[in-house]
């Protein structure tokens, strides 16, 4: 059995080092409210005991990380208030602060590994890989590697990687007994290692895999408590097995649970909006979803839950937490919000709000162009132009069709959209004018009888301000959510039909 004795509480002995976390998110996306969660904790966490707060940017996906999610990441914590005391724009004593800066570092580490006999290189070719995960699949066993070059011989293995033949290296995982080890939330846990495979550790580019990336930073960083969420439980036997091959001690682990949505699914995209962004346009406070997240790990006294980021530190304590999950509740959020605008902002305040949130000269002057040649008189702006002040839109169902098409049809076009969008670093209105021309070509439809309905999910209306510029002034994450909820006005779409359009979807990607 190999087991991870953790360090004691910060408090317990006055030798211990002081408290460092991370906040580590990967920069291929829209800045997600699990990222300002993980990042509200640690951050407190960091504050409650003195410590100090580090970002770092995980973007070894050289395939979906982007410089434009990066900054986004960053200027969406700023927004909410938090700020970090090392990370890749402010600097300090461990850096680079990013994974892709750092990869001499992984790679010397991996040959140390390799050295000790701790791992191997894997030479299986991707076609070889995808073949034995068919064939488990079709015995219906465990899709695990099967080892196949765990016992070549080094000299060999090393000769044919300074050959230039093309290899991963895997860790080396013992295949009986289990790894234990202690969960500041949990208590102790096990997991047998029969269970756990191989792990890749550098991939066949050089890049390393976050499993190895995660655990040489966090001990160089001098990380001494990991707070991060539940989904990595299942990775910590690798992790400890690379702790202990490196001769280092294991950092505390804290695995958060993951938020939820009221129906006590994991929360998704899928379901509701879940980027920072999007909360942001549609007219929230950062107080308020600071104080809506902090509040499920503080311990509130005389049921207050109207608390500032001081107290929320003051009152921060990770065993609070209730472990089934808590539910990201958007009603509870918009009730908090009213008491942020009501209470702390005289109605100077608010108009200094609203100016800063949406109606800036700079922002009018971008929707006055696509209004003025539609408006007769000056209270028509209104009606006009509301659908770029609200959160939501809410089209007639009758409005929302697309000529000679079924309702499932249009959904699928519209689901199609939200992917293609997701995958753009902006959206400006040639992208927009590019997406549904090209929608409208591979459904074999005229341009201007797709734009009807996408004025309808978009506007609320059959007409409106130009589509395209409008969703550019709207954004992304707006844009997204009221395409998915004309989605769900048509109906939705079953699992099975999600599916094959998820692959229809990466096939024109290819």
């Known amino acids: 059995m190999t087991s991870s004795t953790a360090p004691g509480s910060p408090e317990s002995t006055p030798s211990e080092p002081a408290v460092r976390v991370r906040v580590a998110p990967s920069p291929t996306g829209d800045p997600h409210v699990g990222t300002a969660y993980q990042a509200l904790f640690n951050y407190a966490f960091a504050r409650r005991h003195g410590g100090r707060f580090i970002l770092r940017i995980e973007d070894t996906d050289r395939e979906r990380s982007r410089h434009e999610s990066e900054l986004a990441i960053l200027e969406s914590l700023r927004w909410l208030g938090l700020s970090w005391d090392e990370g890749p724009d402010v600097g300090g004593p461990s850096g680079p602060y990013r994974q892709s800066e750092r990869l001499t570092i992984y790679q010397e580490h991996v040959a140390q590994l390799l050295n000790a006999g701790l791992a191997y290189r894997d030479f299986s070719t991707r076609e070889e890989l995808a073949a034995l995960r068919a064939?488990?699949?079709?015995?219906?066993?465990?899709?695990?590697?099967?080892?196949?070059?765990?016992?070549?011989?080094?000299?060999?293995?090393?000769?044919?990687?300074?050959?230039?033949?093309?290899?991963?290296?895997?860790?080396?995982?013992?295949?009986?007994?289990?790894?234990?080890?202690?969960?500041?939330?949990?208590?102790?846990?096990?997991?047998?290692?029969s269970l756990i495979d191989d792990q890749i550790l550098l991939k066949s580019d050089g890049f390393p895999t976050y499993h190895l990336a995660n655990v040489v930073d966090d001990h160089l960083m001098g990380v001494t408590d990991v707070i991060r969420g539940e989904e990595w439980m299942n990775s910590v036997p690798k992790h400890i097995l690379l702790y202990q091959g490196f001769g280092w001690e294991p950092p505390r682990f804290h695995h958060l649970p993951l938020l939820r949505n009221n129906d006590r699914s994991k929360l998704s995209k899928r379901k509701n909006p879940t980027s920072i962004n999007y909360y942001r346009r549609a007219g929230f406070l950062p107080e308020a979803l600071v104080n809506f997240l902090g509040l499920m790990g503080v311990s509130q006294s005389e049921g207050e839950e109207k608390l500032g980021l001081e107290d929320l530190i003051d009152g921060f304590d990770l065993s609070n937490i209730s472990l089934g999950g808590p539910v990201f509740d958007t009603e509870k959020l918009r009730w908090l919000n009213a008491r942020y605008i009501r209470e702390e902002h005289d109605p100077a305040g608010l108009v200094k709000l609203l100016r800063d949130w949406a109606m800036s000269d700079e922002a009018l002057e971008r929707i006055a162009p696509l209004a003025q040649p539609r408006l007769e008189t000056l209270s028509d702006w209104g009606a006009l132009t509301v659908h770029f002040f609200a959160d939501d839109v809410h089209p007639q169902e009758g409005d929302l069709t697309l000529k000679g098409r079924e309702a499932t049809e249009l959904a699928e076009i519209l689901q199609l959209a939200i992917w293609r969008i997701e995958g753009f670093a902006a959206l400006d209105a040639e992208r927009a004018r590019e997406l549904l021309s090209g929608l409208a070509e591979e459904n074999d439809l005229k341009l201007r009888d797709l734009t009807r309905p996408f004025y309808v999910a978009i506007s609320g209306k059959p007409a409106s301000t130009p589509l395209f510029e409008t969703m550019e002034i709207l954004g992304s994450d707006m844009v997204r959510s009221r395409l998915k909820r004309a989605v769900d006005l048509l109906g939705g779409l079953s699992k099975k039909k999600l599916k094959a359009l998820e692959k229809r979807h990466a096939a024109s990607r290819a």
Do not use: F, M
């Open 135 to 193: 064939a488990q699949r079709e015995s219906k066993e465990q899709t695990n590697y099967d080892q196949r070059y765990r016992d070549l011989d080094p000299g060999e293995s090393a000769q044919r990687a300074e050959s230039g033949e093309s290899h991963t290296v895997r860790l080396l995982v013992p295949n009986d007994g289990e790894c234990e080890w202690r969960d500041e939330l949990r208590g102790i846990t096990s997991r047998e290692w």
